[in-house]
């Protein structure tokens, strides 16, 4: 399976992401958005930095996370290559999937069985990348925009201000 693929918009950039899982899909779209900004071939993945996002609904889950990637590249003028969300909290009604959350469940003996509800979403990633040579870059995004928005968990389209 491809991690993602550029769709065609009159006047800004736009790909489709892939993945088995919520997670894999969420890991390629930030893929694809740094890919569309440079060869990502050649970014060595040497600095490490942790990434937080929330959102209530998956479309502005997303739009936190590829917004907050784009805020570190603007203001630390890191490329970022590798994508690993390490922690993931969904919605238990998300399209009927079970939430990642990284951890094993609880062994205590007295271990309630019933829990609340999970009502957002929230990740914990890792994200690795360089520092941004202009000769590296092939264009710059603005920033992500609702326009022609989808979230679900095997498949996401996001446009792009450029």
């Known amino acids: 399976m491809k991690r993602y693929e550029e769709i065609d918009h009159p006047s800004d950039l736009g ?8 997670k894999e899909t969420l890991e390629n779209s930030a893929y694809g958005m740094f890919s ?9 993945p040497v600095r490490s930095l942790e990434v937080a996002a929330v959102g209530d609904t998956a479309e ?9 990637l784009l805020h570190i590249f603007d203001s630390k003028r890191l490329l970022l290559s ?3 969300i390490t922690e993931l909290s969904l919605p238990d009604d ?3 999937v079970r939430p990642f959350t990284g951890k094993l469940p609880s062994k205590k003996k007295n271990a309630s069985l019933a829990k609340p509800a999970q009502t957002g979403f929230s990740l914990t990633a890792q ?3 360089s520092s941004a040579e202009p000769s590296n870059l092939l264009r ?9 928005l989808l979230a ?5 389209r996001v446009v792009f201000d450029v």
């Open 152 to 156: 679900t968990p095997k498949k996401i």
């Open 36 to 44: 569309m900004m440079a060869d990502l071939k050649s970014v060595k």
């Open 82 to 84: 590798s994508f690993n």
């Open 94 to 96: 998300f399209a009927g």
């Open 127 to 129: 994200v690795r990348g």
């Open 15 to 22: 790909i489709l992401a892939y993945g088995e899982e919520f």
């Open 60 to 68: 502005e889950f997303l739009v936190n996370w590829l917004n907050e």
């Open 140 to 148: 710059s995004i603005k920033a992500v925009t609702h326009n022609q």
